[in-house]
């Protein structure tokens, strides 16, 4: 073609005599087109590319993923009875407990307000649950009352007592250590008026944390800060009447 024009499709091929029979196709040459040695050495290179990525994949599945470590909330005196005869005859309800809506794992709140979970240590049980029986425990066990309904069981106590847990968490402060702390809000409410709490109290624990943070340390202090408050909400129920 003449100058300056562009090829024609029967340009692209360099062609040699006695080369050009079907068994032996004109081989392909670098032309504006972007066809032949260029875009085979890109083909080489994606090529090359996937092979590594190929070479790699055993390596990676051999490599097991980390296990989850699952933790329970469990009262050490789960499963026994006082042996000492209840001080009332007040029977006690306890309403559904509920929980913060940032309370989905084991919860680290950091100093500008953010809020974590850790990745392989989580709750082995529904949070809710797990708070509930030991709280429910503890009051069994301070002998105050005969009996302490769940709220599965179809009877209603004499007294009924909401509970709504706040915070749960590891505390992250300006100076060490870290906090395990708990506040839970409970409410007093009598058999007949279900709707109106006579008596609201908020609890609260901090316990400060081995420097060696791990999720054993955190959840050790996250079940000492539940204990506390099940004791101290235990002891502000005794001497509560019964209802006629």
């Known amino acids: 073609p003449d100058a300056g024009e562009a090829p024609h499709r029967s340009d692209l091929w360099k062609h040699t005599p006695g080369a050009d029979s079907p068994r032996n196709p004109p081989p392909m040459i670098l032309l504006r087109s972007g066809i032949g040695t260029e875009a085979r050495a890109r083909r080489w290179s994606r090529t090359g590319l996937l092979l590594v990525l190929l070479a790699c994949l055993p390596s990676c599945q051999s490599t097991p993923p980390q296990p989850e470590v699952r933790h329970l909330l469990r009262h050490p005196t789960l499963g026994s009875r006082p042996t000492a005869a209840p001080r009332t005859s007040v029977l006690l309800s306890l309403d559904r407990l509920r929980i913060a809506s940032h309370l989905r794992g084991i919860t680290w709140e950091r100093m500008n307000g953010t809020v974590d979970s850790l990745i392989y240590e989580v709750w082995a049980a529904p949070l809710d649950q797990m ?17 302490v309904l769940s709220p599965e069981d179809s009877a209603t106590g004499d007294w009924v007592l909401g509970l709504h847990a706040l915070r749960f968490e590891i505390e992250e402060l300006p100076a060490p250590p870290l ?49 506390q408050v099940a004791r101290e909400l235990a002891s502000a129920l005794e001497g509560l009447p019964p209802q006629s």
């Open 131 to 147: 708070m509930a029986q030991w709280i429910r425990e503890e009051l069994i066990q301070s002998g105050t009352f005969p009996s």
């Open 179 to 227: 906090h395990a702390v708990f506040v839970l809000e409970a409410d007093l409410r009598t058999r007949a008026d279900q709707r109106s709490a006579i008596w609201t109290r908020t609890f609260t624990a901090r316990i400060p944390l081995a420097a060696s943070s791990s999720g054993e340390v955190f959840v050790g202090g996250l079940r000492a800060a539940l204990g």
